[in-house]
């Protein structure tokens, strides 16, 4: 729990940040059954179920040992347990009120990179779509930090949206929908997504490398 | 100087419900009917060319703005036909028909020859039958005696009934004529009876051939029928065809100058008394609007010292005895009141005459008191006791009539008014009603081209007055400011009751007019006929497109058989819906609401004020009648349901890093920085019928299921709902998108699948209308439709 979670302009933030801290891996789960040959699928339907949201660090450098897991009196931390137990070149840490599972060994990881000032934006239809997350990614990408790091790196994201929009019909009225801005400074790209993730009520947000040479980087979240 | 007086009583009420209909704004929106045309016909029971007497036909046209072309036929009592010209009458406006100029062209020997007489139908094409007013105007050749003949419609139908009369000798050198004629195409046979007062019978058979006219002397049959007294009852009763005969019955006395009208009645017994009475009348009442009381009116030009005798006959027609109860309100120079006379019992087909003059001072009505408006109420059963007013002086030589009617309405049109050096025109307007109502008096003149109006509130039994004279001479405006020309002689006019019944459209008015002729120094009528409103039975709109969980409403179509106007009304109070599951229907106020989409019968009855019977197909008392009857409109509802879209798609839109989406806007409605390309696409909502669905609340939403993409995702893409209203134009936009967040754009091999569900709601309705498959690639973006195929994987 190295990271400082700075949160300015927003007590929402700040609250939710403090009072998840702590307490989420010993929250009980319901008796749960996964059987999943990756890591990121066994995690993503964990977050799903237990709603407990997870950040996903993938480790491209040894292949997932398939889980199966049933666990009848449960908490959080019994089921991560039970992951790295099978996969022990992970580890989890609870951050930002997110449990954060990643490898053990993650040298320079763009998550780990520090953002001076970035916005998350809430709306105030709640509609966190997938246009949403696709410019926040940017909004996080675009800061000079992530170049600089995509640079000194090589390594590039390649976020992809296909989306459909939606557009109103003539003559009718459109709900006005309120921005407001919430500025975080100094936060490391982890802390961002954690943030984001809460904000934007998911579950579960994956970071990956891919490509012939790793030289893409994919972030998505649902 | 010689003096007659004809009197005709129009008769206009308006019924008063609880509440009223703005009738004004009504017939603001009115337009010509849509009716097809089809024949019609109207019957005067008798004209006459013999030697000394000589006949013209006053012929109105009450349609609104057409032309009506009406060919008189004369028929001789034989049957026997002669068709005259065709006459060609303007809307608005009366058209006079010489009958001895235009027999002349067509057989000039019958001209004032004995038995030349008989009954005239006249024939026309029009939408209704109530567009011509007829009268046949018989007059005896320089002598102050004529009479007004009303034309009636043919009543087509068979049913048996009779023709109801008061026979009256009043003095010795008293002619008379009793006509009957035969409308119909078909023989007729039928049963003559008089009674004396005391209602003792005698019976004769009459046969009628097709077309042909009887014409009696009353006297004769009395004496013949060894009947004593001076008056009595006359009955013409048929088993059938009862419609289809007309009857007349008049006296004259060239010595005196004296002639009166004994106008008869239709009966056939199944008329209801809620169909016959309204506007707040619980009991069978007659009305006669203008009596002339004893001391009679300076304005109708009689000698000084003229004392006139007013008389009421009233007949009992039913085998029952009958109570009546007889009111006189009152009205001259000392102001007026309201007498009511003894409850009178009636024995079985008792005919007993009432001299008012001579108990106008027991019964408290003035010497200064000039008229009176009589009023008889009777049982529960319409027609039960017939009514005929006179009021004459000894000699016979001065004197007026009003005629009774039971008939009140919110539409009258009547014939010529005359106002010149020789002529006065006196209108008695009344409400038979409970409530007050305003009445609207139109006065057309200048070939129907100019009006003047007069609008006045009547009290309940009050009577509105006008002496048309002091109206032109005097510049008196009208409710616009207007002024009649003062050279204007002539013209027609028509009432309304501007507030009739909510729902039945029923009037409270009825409506009398005195001719006063100085020349001879009688007073001659006008009489005015009813319209009533004819149901076409179809409504507007037809079919009404109801978007499924609407609410919407249809009206009836309604139209005024006068003047041809047509407008919605809804006078429907049991509206039914054909399909409980696609339409229900409010009863009362038929306020529809789509429930499933289809079409159905959407319709109802009600309570109409009802114009000529022959057209609405009513089987019901006489087709001259304007009754309360049942009338009927249906029509479709489609209630209408989102089934499809139509798709316009633009090409590829390319991106170097510029925004897509709805911008400027929220980030989850814009990309301010795409690296790929979009389309814009245009969705139109389509109905069951391929129809757009435009006007309606409805949204669209989407659920996009992503089904591959490359490169591939590190775990699944997440499906995603969107939704947004729809245009009231049917229309709703689609942005397809294929960006990345960094360059470069999409490359070769570079894909994302998706299925995108669309459906449209109509709250709380949803309809699934279409599914692409979603296939964006580096060249833009491939859409399939596979709606038809809804287990399509688009993989």
């Known amino acids: ?222 | 100087m010689p003096r007659t007086i004809l009197t005709c009583l129009f008769i206009i009420l308006l019924s008063a419900g609880a509440l009223a209909v703005d009738m004004t704004s009504l017939l603001a929106k009115a337009k010509e009917s849509t009716r097809k045309p089809t024949p019609h016909e109207l019957m005067a029971p008798y004209w006459c060319l013999e030697p000394g007497w000589h006949t013209e036909l006053q012929l109105r046209n009450n349609l609104l703005k057409s032309d009506l072309t009406v060919t008189p036929v004369l028929r001789l009592a034989t049957g026997q036909e002669f068709k005259l010209s065709p006459v060609t009458i303007p809307a608005g406006t009366v058209t006079t028909v010489d009958v001895m100029a235009e027999l002349t062209k067509v057989a000039p020997p019958l001209v004032h020859q004995p038995g030349t007489y008989g009954s005239v139908s006249l024939q026309y094409s029009s939408i209704s039958t109530a567009n011509l007013y007829a009268v046949a105007m018989v007059h005896m050749d320089v002598q102050p005696i004529g009479y007004h003949i009303d034309a009636a419609s043919i009543g087509k139908k068979s049913m048996g009934g009779s023709r109801e009369g008061i026979w009256w000798l009043p003095r010795a050198g008293v002619s008379d004529y009793l006509v009957i004629s035969n409308g119909s195409d078909k023989a007729v046979t039928g049963t003559l009876s008089l009674f004396d007062a005391g209602g003792k019978e005698s019976k004769s058979t009459v046969n009628l051939g097709m077309h042909q006219t009887v014409r009696m002397v009353v006297s004769q049959l009395v004496s013949s029928a060894k009947l004593s007294g001076t008056y009595g009852g006359i009955r013409f009763s048929v088993p059938d065809s009862a419609r289809e005969i007309n009857s007349v019955h008049f006296l004259y006395d060239p010595t005196a100058g004296f002639s009166a009208m004994m106008k008869m009645f239709h009966f056939d017994g199944s008329s209801k008394l809620e169909e016959r009475t309204w506007a707040g009348n619980t009991k069978w009442t007659q009305w006669a609007p203008m009596l002339a009381l004893k001391n009679p009116d300076p304005i109708v030009g009689f000698p000084q010292g003229t004392t006139l005798q007013p008389t009421i006959f009233l007949r009992n027609t039913t085998a029952q005895s009958v109570n009546a109860n007889v009111s006189i309100g009152w009205h001259g120079d000392s102001g007026q009141g309201k007498a009511n006379l003894p409850v009178l019992t009636l024995n079985p087909l008792e005919t007993r005459k009432l001299d008012i003059g001579s108990v106008q001072q027991q019964l408290g009505i003035p010497d200064t008191a000039h008229w009176g408006l009589v009023t008889v109420t009777t049982g529960a059963t319409p027609d039960d006791v017939i009514a005929v007013a006179a009021s004459y002086d000894a000699t016979g030589r001065y004197g007026a009539q009003t005629p009774f009617s039971d008939q009140l309405a919110d539409h009258w049109t009547g014939g010529l008014w005359q106002v010149d050096s020789t002529h006065n025109s006196i209108i008695a307007v009344t409400n038979g009603g409970t409530r007050p109502t305003d009445a609207l008096l139109t006065f057309l003149y200048n070939g129907g081209k100019d009006k003047y109006e007069i609008q006045k509130t009547i009290a309940p039994g009050d009577q509105l007055w006008l002496n048309l004279s002091d109206y032109i001479h005097n510049g008196i405006p009208d409710r616009n400011g207007k002024v009649f020309p003062t050279t204007l002689t002539a013209g027609t006019y028509e009432l309304r009751d501007l507030k009739p019944a909510d729902k039945t459209l029923s009037g409270s008015l009825f409506e009398g007019k005195i001719i006063a002729d100085k020349t001879w120094g009688h007073l001659t009528y006008g009489c005015m006929i009813c319209c009533g409103y004819g149901s076409l039975g179809i409504v507007d709109p037809d079919p009404l497109g109801l978007p499924v969980t609407s609410n919407g409403s249809t009206t009836p179509i309604v139209q005024d058989n006068c003047s041809g106007a047509q407008f919605d009304y809804n006078f429907i109070t049991a509206w039914v819906s054909g399909n409980g599951n696609i339409v229900s229907v409010d009863p009362g106020g038929g306020l529809q609401t789509g429930l499933a989409g289809g079409f159905t019968n959407v319709g109802g009855n009600g309570i109409l004020a009802s114009g000529d019977g022959e057209d609405m197909g009513l089987d019901r008392g006489h087709p001259s009648q304007c009754p309360q009857m049942n009338q009927s409109a249906n029509g479709t509802t489609n209630v209408r349901v989102p089934t499809s879209l139509t798709l316009v798609m633009s090409g590829r839109i390319d991106h170097n890093g510029e925004q897509i989406g709805i911008c400027p806007g929220p980030i989850s409605q814009c990309i301010p920085h795409c690296y790929g390309y979009h389309h814009d696409l245009s969705y139109t909502v389509l109905d069951q019928d391929a129809k757009v669905m435009t006007n309606t609340t409805m949204t669209a939403s989407e659920h996009v299921h992503f089904t591959g993409s490359n490169p591939p995702p590190s775990h699944p893409l997440a499906d995603f709902d969107k939704t947004v209203a729809v245009g009231t134009d049917g229309k709703f936009g689609d942005i397809q998108a294929f960006c990345f967040g960094a360059p470069p754009p999409p490359q070769a091999g570079e894909f994302l699948k998706a299925r995108q569900d669309l459906s449209i709601t109509v709250s709380p309705n949803n309809y699934p209308v279409r599914i692409n498959c979603v296939d964006d690639e580096s060249d833009g973006t491939h859409l399939t439709d596979v709606t038809a195929n809804p287990a399509a994987t688009c993989q």
């Open chain 1, 1 to 222: 729990m190295g990271m400082k979670c700075k949160v300015l302009l927003t007590a929402f933030l700040t609250f939710s940040c403090i009072i998840a801290r702590a307490q989420l891996a010993n929250q009980p789960v319901a008796p749960l059954k996964i059987e999943e040959s990756k890591v990121s699928s066994a995690l993503r339907k964990f977050s799903e179920q237990a709603q407990v949201p997870i950040g996903f660090e993938e480790d491209l450098n040894k292949a997932d040992t398939p889980l199966k897991i049933s666990l009848t009196t449960a908490t959080v931390k019994d089921f991560l347990a039970a992951v790295v137990a099978a996969n022990p070149n992970y580890t989890w840490v609870e951050q930002d009120g997110v449990i954060n599972v990643m490898p053990i060994h993650r040298p320079d990881s763009f998550l780990d990179v520090t953002i001076s000032k970035i916005d998350i934006m809430e709306e105030s239809n709640q509609d966190y779509n997938d246009v949403y997350r696709f410019n926040a990614y940017g909004n996080l990408l675009h800061t000079p930090e992530a170049k600089h790091w995509s640079e000194r790196t090589g390594i590039n994201s390649r976020i992809m949206l296909g989306t459909s929009i939606l557009v109103p019909g003539q003559g009718v009225e459109v709900p006005k929908v309120i921005e407001t801005r919430h500025t975080l400074t100094n936060v490391t790209a982890r802390t961002y997504m954690n943030e984001l993730m809460k904000l934007t009520k998911s579950y579960y947000w994956v970071y990956n490398l891919y490509g012939n040479g790793n030289q893409y980087f994919d972030l998505q979240m649902n």
